[in-house]
């Protein structure tokens, strides 16, 4: 090894100087926690008497003689299976849409982006009173063109697809994404693409998604992340009914720990969900080089 | 990477070629469908008003009307009480205040380091800052949860406040990767002139820094004006309650008796974020599209 020099000394501590904030807080806030969490899973733990060692009967009793846990799990993947496709293919059109030479763009651009701007509270409150079956706009709208509405929230079979429709009102920051994408496409390949006879379908199939697909590959993994963190709506608007049928997994763990107060359990809970996301992330990631498509990026250089 | 959001003069021709006869009614038939789903965005909030306004009696009228007399303007100073807005909002600005203050420092100073410093192990501690962000934060929870307990910080603003000092993982990145686009040249030049490094990060690099730093404080503003989870977990007392939270206790009292009282509430908490919307709609496309194509 080569000795450092004084100056590379000095420069040496004044790194560490400056990421100081980050590496205490690194340790305090997510090494230490991270490494108790595997600890708490493993023990019966209330917060009256300090934790006790209970090996994997935590996690047995999940797996074995816990109905709630598996419906939590079915909930959220139902969500996930039909929220997240649903809103990719929509706010793919809809950027498709804003695409184009349009005046008064930036008005719609704020339009479509307005309602994500809305605290989560105010949105699910509103939404509550929208889904509203007797007196709420939806189904007096419904019953203007002469059809009956569902009971929206309080039905096992609609709870899930009206929180996805309330999903679709925040899909603004997405579009954003995908219409900042799709600006980035140069305009030469669908030139040539016209003198080939492309037809419009072969040119959404063969360039724009392929040329986009870094931002699709983005939005994919932060919505499957969000997916498993559904609480609020759930908390607010159903509290997971009716009958469990909008038990969302986050609302479940925010139950074990925060209401019965068993933070072992809760600690298991969260450990399956911590590899259920892993599982996923890691999925579009390892996929990602067979459909996501970073022009001039050499292999090897791929930044996560 | 490599898509940059360059605006190209002519951005009509995914669906018809520039020259197509077709392209006027094309461009007709769009003008119709994006006006026609601007509505659809926009019908839930014209309710969310008209029944703010609506009285106690009104709000149950079948078929509900869009403007029913009397207005009552009369909900918002009545929500204001009821929900006591001012001690709600100086509880809430406390934690954003303090928050923001905590990121942009914090956050700054490490990403400094990172970008512009050259030290043993930059490369790996980086990795570890990133792998930071894809950690799902549910595992977290409780360890935190107890440590917060142990210091008594339960039913104090501190929990919300303290850990953004800390840097935060995914603002770092972000200011990192704008570091890393001043030139280095001003840094060799500010050293001539007898600068350190923290006069470099102080006067050159933060005042050449400001829309990401600008960016970097509107999503921490929003994140914490509108946050429940975070609350909801760590304030118990009604004098701690923030906006949402205070709107969600509401609620919970007056279930779905008063909805002209929720909306009115749901309509008070929404404001500050959409003035900060107006005002600075640039950063947040900005922001979105950065943080977007950079993941």
Redesign the interface.
């Known amino acids: 090894m080569l000795k450092m020099s004084k100056m590379e000394i000095k420069?040496?501590i004044?790194?560490?100087?400056?990421?100081l904030?980050?590496?205490?807080?690194?340790l305090?806030?997510?090494l230490?926690?991270?490494v108790?969490?595997i600890y708490?899973s493993f023990t019966r733990y209330t917060?009256i008497q300090p934790p006790r060692w209970i090996g994997f009967r935590n996690y047995i009793r999940l797996f074995t003689d816990d109905p709630l846990f598996v419906k939590a799990l079915i909930v959220t993947f139902k969500y996930a299976a039909i929220s997240v496709p649903l809103h990719l293919i929509i706010s793919i059109m809809?950027a498709?849409?804003?695409?184009?030479?349009?005046k008064g763009m930036t008005l719609?651009?704020?339009?479509?982006?307005?309602?994500s701007?809305?605290?989560?509270?105010?949105v699910w409150?509103?939404?509550a009173?929208?889904f509203?079956p007797?007196?709420g706009?939806f189904n007096?709208m419904l019953?203007?063109i002469g059809i009956k509405g569902p009971n929206w929230l309080g039905s096992t079979s609609w709870v899930i697809p009206s929180i996805v429709i309330m999903g679709l009102?925040g899909i603004g920051?997405r579009t954003?994404?995908y219409l900042?994408?799709?600006?980035?496409?140069?305009?030469e390949l669908?030139?040539s693409a016209?003198v080939d006879g492309a037809g419009?379908l072969r040119?959404?199939w063969s360039i724009?998604l392929p040329?986009?697909s870094?931002?699709i590959?983005?939005?994919l993994?932060?919505s499957i992340?969000g997916t498993?963190?559904v609480?609020?709506a759930a908390?607010?608007m159903t509290e997971g009914g009716p009958n469990n049928a909008s038990l969302f997994y986050?609302l479940y763990?925010?139950r074990k720990?925060?209401e019965d107060f068993r933070?072992g359990y809760?600690?298991a809970?969260?450990?399956i969900?911590?590899f259920i996301?892993?599982f996923f992330?890691l999925l579009v990631i390892r996929s990602s080089s067979m459909w996501v498509y970073?022009?001039?990026?050499k292999k090897g250089k791929g930044?996560? | 990477m490599s898509i940059k959001p360059v605006m190209k003069k002519n951005k009509i021709s995914f669906w018809f070629s520039r020259k197509s006869v077709r392209h006027k009614i094309w461009l007709g038939i769009v003008y119709v469908i994006i006006s026609l789903i601007a509505i659809i965005f926009l019908v839930p909030l014209v309710w969310m008003i008209s029944s703010s306004l609506k009285s106690g009696g009104n709000i149950f009228k079948l078929p509900p009307e869009w403007i029913s007399r009397p207005l009552m303007f009369s909900n918002y100073p009545k929500v204001w009480k009821i929900m006591n807005i001012p001690l709600a909002t100086k509880n809430t600005l406390i934690i954003t205040v303090l928050s923001m203050f905590g990121v942009l420092l914090s956050s700054s100073m490490t990403a400094y380091g990172f970008a512009r410093i050259r030290f043993k192990g930059s490369n790996v501690l980086f990795l570890v800052v990133l792998a930071t962000i894809m950690i799902p934060s549910q595992v977290l929870l409780i360890p935190r949860y107890i440590i917060f307990k142990i210091l008594h910080w339960i039913d104090t603003f501190k929990p919300l406040i303290v850990p953004s000092f800390f840097g935060s993982a995914f603002y770092i990145f972000l200011m990192r990767q704008f570091f890393l686009t001043i030139p280095f040249e001003l840094d060799d030049a500010a050293r001539i002139d007898g600068y350190g490094h923290f006069g470099i990060y102080w006067k050159i690099i933060l005042p050449l820094s400001k829309p990401v730093l600008a960016t970097a404080a509107i999503f921490t503003f929003m994140g914490q004006w509108t946050a429940f989870f975070g609350p909801l977990i760590y304030l118990h007392s009604p004098a701690k309650r923030t906006l949402v939270l205070s709107l969600s206790t509401f609620r919970g009292v007056y279930y779905t008796s008063s909805w002209q009282l929720i909306m009115a509430g749901s309509i008070l908490i929404a404001v500050p974020s959409m003035l900060v919307f107006f005002f600075a709609q640039k950063y947040f496309v900005q922001g979105i599209t950065l943080t977007g194509l950079k993941g």
Request: neutral net charge.
């Open positions: 420069e040496n004044w790194g560490y100087i400056f990421i904030p980050w590496i205490i807080g690194f305090w806030l997510f230490g926690p991270f108790s969490a708490l917060m809809l498709l849409l804003l695409n184009q030479k349009i719609y651009r704020t339009i479509y982006y307005l309602p701007i809305l605290p989560g509270m105010s409150l509103l939404w009173w929208l509203d007797t007196f706009l007096n019953l203007t009102w920051p954003i994404i900042a994408a799709l600006q980035g496409v140069p305009q669908y030139d016209e419009i040119r959404l724009t040329m986009i870094p931002a590959f983005f939005n993994t932060m992340i498993f963190q609480f609020g908390y607010t986050q763990l925010y720990a925060f933070m809760a600690s809970l969260a450990w969900i911590f996301i892993m992330t970073y022009e001039g990026l930044k996560i």
